[in-house]
Every structure is written in structure tokens, then in C-alpha cells.
């Protein structure tokens, strides 16, 4: 029988990698890429687990925050390298919405991941003023004018 950090790590595995690869495939515009993100964080959960993640603390929040920084990291050593990623062209996550994938690309970074966390993965904008920093009313604000910049790109 697995003991309870094995079954922990399991479970989140199973739930979360989805959201996880996401996240960083926003980030990186690259499959394998994004997938060697996926494997840090939770080789991170592994090694350290956060401490106020028990029972009832929320593994979701905590991964997407490792998930961000990873993907972060990732750009600044890639940058450091001189890779070009300037002119990248999007690529489409299978059994999704092409367009709004493609409009998505088009943003920035920031207003990517607002709406991203917002409608993909539910959050309020007081949870993602917390994962990402920033104020709720900021993020309230980017929302709406970034909603907008969506419908724009998606009338194209």
C-alpha cells in the first residue's frame, strides 16, 4: 500500500498536471519545453513540499505560483542564452479553441495569465491579485480591458 505523501503527490499529479502544463505552455509557446516545466514543479513538490499545504491548504495555488516562476526562470535563461522567441508563431493546444488560443498569443504576458486564471481556471480576481501580485482592483480593471483587446483580436 502507498503511503499518504505518495498518494498526495499522485493526486496531484493526476489533477493538477493539466492545468500546470497550461500555464506554462503560455509561458514558452513550446510543447517539450513546457512539459520539462510540468516535471520541475512537481519534482519541487517532491523535494519540498510547502509547508502550509495540509488537508485542507490549497495545492492548486501553490502550484500555479511554482508553475509562474518556473516558466519565468525558464524565459530569463533561455534570454541569457540568446535563443530568439520574438518570432515564434503560436502553436494550438489540441481539442481547444484555436482562435482564442491564437488571440490569447497576442497578448501580453500579464493580461494572458488574468484571463487565463479568470475563465480557464476560475478564479476571482482577489485569488489572482494573490498568485500573481498586484492589487484587486488592478486585476478587476485588466480584466475588462483585456476582455476587450480579446474580442478585438477575435474579430480579425
Request: proline share 3%; with cysteine.
Amino acid at each position: 500500500m502507498k503511503d499518504t505523501s505518495e498518494k498526495f503527490i499522485e493526486n496531484a499529479v493526476n489533477r493538477y498536471s493539466d492545468t500546470v502544463f497550461r500555464i506554462a505552455f503560455q509561458y514558452v509557446y513550446d510543447r517539450s519545453d513546457a512539459e520539462d516545466i510540468l516535471q520541475e514543479v512537481f519534482l519541487q513538490l517532491i523535494k519540498t513540499p510547502p509547508p502550509s499545504i495540509g488537508k485542507n491548504g490549497n495545492i492548486k495555488a501553490w502550484l500555479i505560483r511554482v508553475t509562474i516562476n518556473k516558466s519565468k526562470d525558464f524565459l530569463r535563461s533561455r534570454k541569457r542564452r540568446r535563443a530568439e522567441v520574438g518570432d515564434r508563431e503560436p502553436f494550438v493546444l489540441p481539442n481547444d479553441n484555436g482562435d482564442v488560443f491564437y488571440a490569447l498569443s497576442k497578448l501580453s504576458e500579464r493580461d494572458r495569465n488574468v484571463i487565463y486564471l479568470h475563465y480557464y481556471e476560475g478564479y476571482t480576481a482577489k485569488e489572482i491579485a494573490y498568485l500573481i501580485g498586484g492589487n484587486e482592483r488592478a486585476i478587476t480593471k485588466r480584466i475588462c480591458r483585456t476582455r476587450g483587446k480579446l474580442k478585438d483580436f477575435l474579430k480579425e
